[in-house]
């Protein structure tokens, strides 16, 4: 009865490949983020989605795609998979139509090692 | 965009001390600043949070003060034990803006028996 999984929660895998990372939460929220760590602890927004809407776009390389089925569910593929993308990758919800639209329910992470 | 600034990186503190971690932000429109905790190779997990219209907020042995005029805020924990040691995030926002959260880079707070 998880809140917010995430799968895998290893990755390893080659540069150049393609790969794709899972979310799900059973919170009922509407909003659902992709933030990613890097190996000095750097929690950085990459994407947000309202309803299976795209709200926030940072700068990040468009290799990388999120989709977003269903408001409880988004998913983030990886195309052309480079080095500097090893990391950590949090998904994470919130329920923007509550008094506590700000906070966040981080899923488990997923790390990932590109060789 | 909001830039969080965290200091210390890190901080040692013996068991049964206070530890203080300050963050400063540039958006004067933010109005929500949270604080996370993260165990090595767990989640960012709220610990606890501060709107600008309160200038301090406590939860047993932790509190969070704001300084909108100087947009720096701070965490103090007091009486530390050895679970308290983990990776702090503090962060900024303006919900109604419809912003993210912006987190600091984290302050790695050991505690020593």
């Known amino acids: 009865d998880t809140a917010v999984s995430q799968t895998p929660k290893y990755l390893v895998t080659q540069m150049g490949n393609d790969k794709s990372i899972k979310c799900e939460q059973n919170l009922g929220h509407d909003t659902m983020y992709w933030y990613k760590q890097d190996s000095k602890k750097f929690l950085k927004i990459m994407f947000s989605y309202n309803n299976k809407e795209l709200i926030i776009n940072e700068t990040v390389p468009n290799r990388f795609s999120p989709k977003s089925p269903d408001k409880a569910h988004l998913n983030l593929h990886i195309n052309s998979l480079e080095l500097g993308d090893s990391a950590v990758y949090f998904c994470?919800?919130?329920?923007?139509?509550?008094?506590?639209?700000?906070?966040?329910?981080f899923g488990s992470g997923t790390q990932l090692s590109v060789l | 965009g909001e830039n969080v600034e965290q200091h210390p990186s890190t901080l040692s503190v013996q068991e049964g001390d206070s530890a203080v971690i300050k963050c400063t932000y540039s958006d004067s429109a933010s109005n929500y600043f949270p604080w996370y905790k993260q165990e090595l190779g767990k989640r960012p997990q709220l610990i606890i949070d501060?709107?600008?219209?309160?200038g301090e907020k406590k939860d047993q042995r932790i509190a969070v003060t704001l300084n909108k005029t100087a947009k720096h805020f701070s965490l103090h924990i007091t009486e530390t034990q050895p679970e308290d040691s983990a990776v702090y995030f503090c962060a900024a926002s303006n919900p109604q803006g419809n912003t993210p959260l912006v987190f600091g880079k984290g302050t790695r707070l050991s505690v020593i028996a």
């Open positions: 994470a919800s919130s329920n923007p139509y509550s008094g506590l639209r700000e906070k966040l329910f």
């Open positions: 501060i709107r600008s219209n309160v």
